[in-house]
């Protein structure tokens, strides 16, 4: 019984340890993402052309999602448009119009 009790005691403490290594992760994670997007903002704010760069940015992230998306599942949702590369971006830029107001 006393081995058994070790065992669990180390399980329960490398699980313990797993995810607080977790939520470090996701931490820093988090606080990098926020330094970037301070430092876009601030580039955006002091370079009147800079939208065009985040509009390029956006458009790099819309299609990179739905690589993503192909790469954790074995079910893709794909725009009605994927033929058509420029619709896809317009529809990625229809987004940051929206978010940008």
């Known amino acids: 019984k006393g081995a058994r009790e070790m065992m669990a ?3 329960k403490t490398a ?10 992760k996701l931490r820093l994670t988090a606080e ?3 330094v970037a ?5 601030e580039a955006i704010r002091q370079n009147g052309n800079a939208h065009e760069a985040m ?4 458009a790099k992230g819309y299609i990179q ?6 790469k954790e599942t074995n ?3 794909l725009p009605s ?11 990625a830029m229809a987004v940051y119009s929206n978010i940008s107001k």
């Open 9 to 11: 005691t180390a399980e």
């Open 15 to 24: 699980a313990i340890c797993l995810a607080e290594g977790e939520a470090e």
């Open 55 to 58: 509009k390029l940015e956006v």
């Open 75 to 77: 079910t893709v949702v």
């Open 65 to 70: 999602s739905f690589g993503n998306i192909a």
């Open 81 to 91: 448009n994927m033929q058509d590369p420029s619709a896809m971006i317009a529809s």
């Open 37 to 41: 997007i301070e430092r876009v903002s």
């Open 32 to 34: 990098a993402q926020a």
